[in-house]
T-cell receptor
Framework: NAGVTQTPKFRVLKTGQSMTLLCAQD?????MYWYRQDPGMGLRLIHY???????AKGEVPDGYNVSRLKKQNFLLGLESAAPSQTSVYFC??????????????FGSGTRLTVV | KQEVTQIPAALSVPEGENLVLNCSFTDSAIYNLQWFRQDPGKGLTSLLLIQSSQREQTSGRLNASLDKSSGRSTLYIAASQPGDSATYLC???????????FGKGTRLHILP
């Protein structure tokens, strides 16, 4: 059982380039989330999804877009990368219907550097 | 608005000691509370999840308690080991359909 898998693990982009981060979960979770983690700022929610075909803005959505075409996948896109988007990105999922473990499961992260 | 606070921000203790990490939250109406561990450069690993109807959860040397009325949770680590060195994050979920709210974490260093 792989849980939550993020690809790629590392990436260096030049300012203005675009890229997509992929999050895949095999736990049949309904909800999925993208966070960024910066020193001194903690974890901040970028976008989230409460089911296939749905997306919603989180705390820091500007400069990012997301899509959830399939239940198991949640994509985070950067259309025109900026140095301020240098960060570690984490994907998470949860399934509110299972009360035996109704918590969050996180991926291992993507370290993105924009130069 | 729910706020989650973890004090202290950093803690160093000698190996073998028992220790307690604290988490406080401002609104006692919560759905559940989750403790995570994060190693440097790594993702978050779930340690313990306490539903609002529970008072504590145990896993190995770890024990997490929840006191909703006082807005507090504690993570107790018995017989600490150098491998326990990591950042410990507390996260509160206000309601079933709400997103979790993280504390800033406690960075723990166990001295050999």
């Amino acid at each position: 059982n792989a849980g939550v898998t993020q690809t790629p693990k590392f990436r260096v982009l030049k300012t203005g380039q675009s890229m997509t981060l992929l999050c895949a979960q095999d736990m049949n979770h309904e909800y999925m989330y993208w966070y960024r983690q910066d020193p001194g700022m903690g974890l901040r929610l970028i976008h989230y999804s409460v089911g296939e075909g749905t997306t919603a803005k989180g705390e820091v959505p500007d400069g990012y877009n997301v899509s959830r075409l399939k239940k198991q996948n949640f994509l985070l896109g950067l259309e025109s990368a900026a140095p301020s988007q240098t960060s570690v990105y984490f994907c998470a999922s949860s399934y509110s219907g299972d009360l035996s473990f109704d918590g969050y499961t996180f991926g291992s992260g993507t370290r993105l550097t924009v130069v | 608005k729910q706020e989650v606070t973890q004090i202290p921000a950093a803690l160093s203790v000698p190996e073998g000691e028992n220790l307690v990490l604290n988490c406080s939250f401002t609104d006692s109406a919560i759905y559940n509370l989750q403790w995570f561990r994060q190693d440097p450069g790594k993702g978050l690993t779930s340690l313990l999840l306490i539903q609002s109807s529970q008072r504590e959860q145990t896993s190995g040397r770890l024990n997490a308690s929840l006191d909703k009325s006082s807005g507090r949770s504690t993570l107790y680590i018995a017989a600490s080991q150098p491998g326990d060195s990591a950042t410990y994050l507390c996260a509160v979920r206000p309601g079933r359909d709400d997103k979790i709210i993280f504390g800033k974490g406690t960075r723990l260093h166990i001295l050999p």
